[in-house]
């Protein structure tokens, strides 16, 4: 498909499916504005917060880590051998953030009083701290995604201005998500007595906006190879492998504050002590931190790409695999009751999760996001099979 | 001074009086209830329920007590629920009772996150699920007798045995230490006095608090002091970060080599 010269955006079956499940949600989002939350969620007294929040929102905001870590270490460090990768982190990001501001939007129960917290400052609350930083976070990257946008689009004297903007910007988008990615952590330290003592600790902002950080090259490493795939590209390799000297070494010392900072409340036996939480907290620490730790570290696993991969994704499902454990796992006991999503909150969620991916195909394929590639034909539609046609 | 009610749980006797003057005060609707096997239906607060009588059967050696305890918004000194609400939404007034801002202007500040709910300690916000716009319900210490009338609460009024009592929050810290000490049979505790900061309403019972489904063994510490422990970090970390970042910045580039970032990138061609 393409509308006038400049704009494309190529109809296949997998894309007819994902819009069907953007529009299904719309319809959902339709209803749930107009009947409210009781209609179509399973969230209670007990259970507040839900799926959207949980999951679409904290996990959202998580996976976007990789805009503000690739930001530090391109346009601060200048890593300049990491430029290719800068955009597409970048891009994901924002599409991150858009997709938490629409999943908060939905779950706020008066959502036409969304703006409120622009005026009426409750600057003792955590949430106030995360409204601003995620509002005016957004804004940045939307301002920083102007500059690529006025490539395209010509607009000389726009380009000048964003252009002029540029290092106050990156400083503003590296400073914004770093308080909100450890604000989001923050949050919980209310539920002192009652979230369970493994994942509370004062230090939960620093836990958070950590594994945020370190997130960030997993998740471009596993974006990067899924483009890579989709559109028959060289998977930047050497760009992953190089990646995970970073991650390594932060989830190093992730581990080991974690494990200072439970011997120091004095609850470390109690990750032994056979509880259902104490059995997620195992999986979360072992499978998802020591695992992708000791797959980093040795060579052979590090250099091939099934190796930085498959360590990657569990780098990025154990960053999904905690929040999940503090959001739900660490609260059942204190909150009692149960909560399973609807069919209408998996399917506005599977909506949301699918524009996201409609909108980044969009977005590469018209706008210079990716880095140029030489035509030529090469090894990875052999080396890593057929690539799946996005 | 701050008001405050003494809830004396040996006094209670789940006539449910209070729970029902409530209802006509603040015109709540009533709802159907079913059969629960302790008695104490509905059991939990909820949006048109905002005080309840919990029903306990406790054993001790071959003595079989029953006791109830009528449960509300706690009052608490400082309110979790007011710390967490970020357009400050709800207020401590000074009489005591945590509550809607009341302004004259606008009720209508709440955005109904429901963030008050993760905060508050017992579970006491509610939401009004089935209405499209909902608003957070509790009990409202009944602000609006105490403020205007100079009244005490509903419930208090009701109360046939006593089991409630209304009055300055020193005084009944006082006298709720003279019942204990008079009687041996009391708890030595009073609850309320200290958990989470105290609370505008204190319990004193003949029976442990935590087989009467209190939280006990709990911070001593409010829950708005941790939050902003963290919380005042933010502009140190805010500055000092983006400094750092800036001088960073700053000193790479002059070594790094300057790119045209324009000719790097390009959209991807997938025709």
């Not at chain 1, 009426?120 to 995360?130: K, M």
């Not at chain 1, 559109?231 to 992730?254: A, C, D, G, N, Q």
């Not at chain 1, 080991?256 to 195992?282: C, Q």
């Not at chain 2, 409630?164 to 006298?175: C, P, S």
Request: proline share 5%; aromatic share 14%.
């Amino acid at each position: 498909m393409r509308f006038g010269k400049n704009w494309k955006f190529k109809i296949t079956p997998f894309r007819i499916l994902l819009i069907i499940f953007v529009l299904i949600a719309a319809a959902a989002a339709l209803y749930r504005f107009v009947y409210g939350l009781g209609a179509v969620t399973n969230l209670s007294d007990e259970w507040p917060w839900g799926l959207w929040i949980g999951f679409d929102l904290l996990c959202g905001i998580a996976l976007a880590g990789g805009g503000f870590s690739t930001a530090l270490i391109v346009h601060v460090l200048h890593k300049d051998k990491y430029l290719p990768i800068a955009r597409a982190a970048l891009l994901t990001s924002l599409i991150g953030y858009i997709i938490a501001m629409v999943s908060l939007f939905l779950d706020i129960g008066r959502w036409f009083n969304f703006w409120r917290p622009f005026f009426y400052w409750g600057y003792h609350s955590v949430l106030f701290e995360v409204f601003w930083c995620i509002s005016l976070y957004t804004t940045v990257q939307v301002l920083e995604f102007g500059d690529i946008f006025f490539e395209k689009v010509k607009c000389a004297p726009l380009k000048k201005i964003l252009g002029a903007l540029m290092t106050p910007l990156l400083i503003l988008g590296i400073v914004l998500p770093s308080l909100h990615q450890s604000s989001l952590g923050s949050l919980y330290i209310v539920a002192v007595d009652r979230l369970y003592p493994l994942w509370w600790s004062m230090l939960i902002p620093f836990f958070f906006v950590w594994s945020a950080f370190f997130l960030g090259p997993a998740m471009v490493t596993v974006e990067g190879t899924l483009a890579a795939r989709a559109y028959k590209r060289e998977p930047e390799m050497h760009i992953f492998e190089s990646l995970t000297k970073v991650t390594l070494v932060m989830m190093i010392i992730y581990l080991i504050v974690k494990i200072v900072d439970l011997v120091y409340r004095g609850v470390f036996s109690m990750a032994f002590n056979g509880s259902f939480e104490s059995n997620m907290f195992l999986i979360e620490m072992i499978v998802f931190v020591i695992v992708p730790i000791i797959m980093y570290s040795i060579n052979s696993i590090r250099t091939k790409l099934w190796g930085v991969l498959t360590a990657s994704i569990l780098v990025v499902a154990g960053v999904i695999f905690n929040r999940m454990n503090v959001v739900f796992t660490g609260m059942a006991d204190a909150m009692g009751g149960h909560y399973f999503p609807t069919i209408w909150e998996w399917l506005i969620t599977i909506g949301m999760w699918s524009a996201l991916v409609l909108l980044y195909c969009f977005v590469v394929e018209n706008f210079p996001i990716l880095p140029k590639e030489e035509k030529h034909t090469h090894g990875s539609g052999v080396a890593y099979g057929k690539g799946i046609h996005a | 001074m701050s008001k405050g009610v003494l809830v004396d749980i040996t006094r209670c006797i789940a006539c449910r009086s209070c729970m029902v003057s409530c209802k006509s005060w603040n015109d709540l609707p009533s709802n159907p209830s079913t059969f629960s096997n302790n008695w104490d239906s509905p059991g939990k607060i909820d949006s048109t329920n905002w005080t309840v009588v919990t029903n306990h059967i406790i054993e001790e050696g071959d003595q079989l007590k029953w006791r109830f305890v009528k449960r509300q918004c706690m009052h608490c000194l400082e309110p979790a629920c007011e710390s967490a609400c970020f357009t400050h939404a709800f207020v401590k007034t000074k009489e005591g009772a945590v509550i809607y801002k009341p302004t004259e202007v606008d009720q209508d500040y709440c955005v109904g996150c429901r963030y008050c709910m993760i905060a508050c300690p017992f579970g006491v916000p509610s939401f009004e699920w089935d209405k499209t716009f909902p608003f957070v319900q509790k009990c409202r210490f009944c602000y609006d007798r105490m403020k205007e009338e100079g009244m005490e609460p509903a419930c208090v009024t009701s109360c046939p045995t006593q089991a409630l009592k209304y009055g300055e929050r020193e005084e009944l810290l006082a006298e709720a230490r003279a019942r204990i000490d008079q009687n041996p049979s009391y708890v030595k505790h009073i609850y309320g006095e200290k958990e989470y900061g105290g609370t505008s309403w204190i319990y004193i019972s003949d029976v442990p608090f935590d087989k009467l489904g209190f939280r006990t063994n709990v911070s001593e510490k409010s829950i708005p002091a941790y939050t902003w422990d963290v919380l005042k970090w933010t502009p140190l970390i805010f500055f000092g970060w983006g400094a750092i970042l800036t001088a960073m910045r700053a000193y790479t580039k002059r070594r790094a080599e300057v790119h045209n970032e324009e000719d790097m990138y390009a959209p991807v061609d997938d025709e």
